[in-house]
């Protein structure tokens, strides 16, 4: 029973790690958000970032479904590809980090009026980005080593699926959740240029993961090597 429980909680807990890290990012779409939690209400930014999670869950479960049916190549270069994923992971932290966010906020005219606008105007503009997302979301797959139990059809499978997008999903919601109510919180003193300090430290952590995933890789190989 104890080995049941902690089986859940590691598929939840990477569903979750990755839902955060994917969206720990100030682009375009973070920005209206915190905007629209700036110039309208608390409610109205998370509800643009429910939005975002809702659409990113979406493509996830899209990313997750290709992930899952390569489960045995992947397997076979499972080194080579936590290594290029990583790689990829060090080069958004990166691009995040040299972002400037500050200059987009003069974006975003007309904000819808209410929260279910807010909502499904969030869930399109995140939705048109798909083929940028998807593998952003992918590479994080890769790099926590989320997959489904063992790439087999069966319920074993189909509730770990479960629990890894359950978990993206619930990471999703928790950052935007705390983003809006940070933000909230702090309105009066909130600065756009505090945006910029946002994006810099989501590309340390997001750059730092994937350079830590590239050396454990490449720890693991080489000590394999040396067995064999």
Known sequence: ??????????????????????SITVGPVAVLCIKRTLNKSRRSGFASGLGVACADTLMAIIAFFFYSILHSQI????????VVGGIFVVVVGVVIFLQNPHKKVKMNGEVPAT???????????TMANFITVIPYI??????????SHEGAADMASILSSLLIIGGFFGGAVIWWFLLTMLISL???????????????????????????TILSTLLSFTNNGAIN
């Open 115 to 125: 929260p279910w606008r807010d909502f499904a105007s969030m869930f399109g503009f």
């Open 138 to 147: 992918l590479a994080f797959f890769a790099m926590f080593g989320v997959s």
């Open 75 to 82: 397997e076979q270069y499972k080194h080579i590809i936590s």
């Open 186 to 212: 702090f309105r009066r003193s909130f600065r756009p240029h505090h945006m910029r300090t946002i994006n810099r430290v989501a590309g340390v952590v997001i750059g730092l993961l994937g350079a830590i």
């Open 1 to 22: 029973m104890s080995e049941l429980l902690w089986t859940i909680i590691d598929y939840l807990m990477r569903g979750i790690t990755v839902g955060i890290v994917s």
